[in-house]
């Protein structure tokens, strides 16, 4: 009963003592022109406006135009006369979760689409669009992250608090590979976001690749393709207010969104219609500005009691092409890259990670020196591979011309296979080197602590 008391008194602190309406004097496509809300809203504010049948459509001031201000709508228009009314409102967008909210799928509002019981509302308010913690703050990047990901694990190592960009065209892969991270990461949490994805596929990706082990401990927010550019956005937002959320419970959060160009797209739309200029690739200068605002809030926390919010984030590349604007503009956001090639799928190896082009880089220094060693090795065996790939399938080589291409033909399909995994499989860190290591003939792992050879040889002469 106390709870539920407390419950009604913050709702009660949070009702507005008045109510400011305005009218609707214009509609031009997705764009609408409301006056008499001037000095009552900023951007970002969000209005309602009342539509026939007692439809209500919630929309947001974008910018402002000959004294009115000019809203986007996250609903369809239908049913916004000329002289409707719209209501401004006061609070700022905020969410309530809770750890309850494991397990369930939410829109862009918080709301939940799964047909589940209504979600518990938390006592704190945690704002959709946060800012980032202050860089002298933010602690330093954590240790290693099981991704359960063998290829990831042992050629593109992440760290807790790392954010990584998974750059792939359409159908090589990503949704399987973010599904096999959900299912085998040692993260306590992951917060998925599906932002302007195939309605299609939502269900299909809850209920087949993530599963039921990898749904129990996440949280999924979804805003498809025929939604609004707002609803798209904002489900974004929505996705890292909820990893920060998580993140400031001292939990190690896994935030996996896919993807950040649909995001970029949307919010190219809200600035077109706004009468923004176009810039590079019809994307406008507020695309670019916004992608670090939302990249930047995934990372380490501020205090010793946060956690941290290791971030791998998607990017749609457009004809394949690596350095199409918002491709290039990520990879110098984020703290390293991951490659799916679309010619290593064609041979069906999965996942289909380009190892020569995918880079962390924090990997050097949180990995061991065996361990660098031996990721170095395979990675110039397959880069010698690589530069004689085409005369090698031509037959245009002739074994003994360069011992190193020899050694590279040599090992080349054993590390094909260790880079393959099935969806259902499970990869542990420590294995993926351990097998590596066998693959190749090399001896791996350091003397134990209490070995006397561990310190030397004066303390082994003194043993």
Known sequence: MTDLLDHLASDIRRVSDRRVYGRVAGVQGMLVEVAGLQGHLSIGDRCRIRARAGRVVMAETVGFRDGRALVMPYQALEGVAL????????????????????????????????????????????????APPPAHARKRIGEK??????????????????????????????????????????????????????????????????????????????ATSDESALMRREAAHMTLALAEYFRDQGKDVLCLMDSVTRFAM???????????????????????????????RAGPGAGPETGSITGLFTVLVEGDDHNEPISDAVRGILDGHIVLDRTIAHRNRYPAVN?????????????????????DRARQLLSA??????????????????????????????????????KEERATLEEGYQRLAELLGESYGEPPPDDPAADGPDAAAAG
């Open 145 to 222: 992250i099981d991704l359960g990901v063998r290829v990831l694990n042992t050629f593109t190592t992440c760290c807790r608090g790392q954010r990584m960009g998974v750059f792939a065209g359409s159908g090589v892969g990503k949704s399987i590979l973010m599904a096999m991270m959900a299912r085998f990461s040692e993260a306590e949490v992951i917060v998925i976001g599906l932002i302007g994805e195939r309605g299609r596929e939502v269900q299909e990706f809850i209920q087949d690749e993530l599963g039921e082990e990898g749904l129990a401990r996440s949280v999924v927010v979804v």
């Open 83 to 130: 002289g409707a009314r719209a209501e401004a409102i006061a609070a700022e967008p905020a969410v309530r979760p809770t750890p309850a909210w494991l397990g369930r799928v939410v829109n862009a509002f918080g709301e939940p689409i799964d047909g589940g019981q209504p979600l518990a509302q938390g006592d704190e308010a945690q704002p959709i669009r946060g």
């Open 355 to 375: 190892v020569l082009r995918s880079v962390s880089r924090t990997m050097p220094d949180c990995n061991s020196e065996p361990q660098n060693k031996l990721v």
């Open 266 to 296: 949307a919010q190219r739309e809200i600035g077109l219609s706004a009468g923004e200029p176009p810039a590079t690739k019809g994307y406008t200068p507020t695309v670019f500005a916004e992608l670090p605002r939302l990249l930047e």
């Open 385 to 422: 591979y690589d530069d004689m790939a085409e005369l090698i399938r031509l037959g245009a080589y002739r074994k003994g011309s360069d011992p190193q291409v020899d050694e590279a033909i040599r090992y080349n399909e054993p590390i094909e296979r260790f880079i393959s995994q099935g």
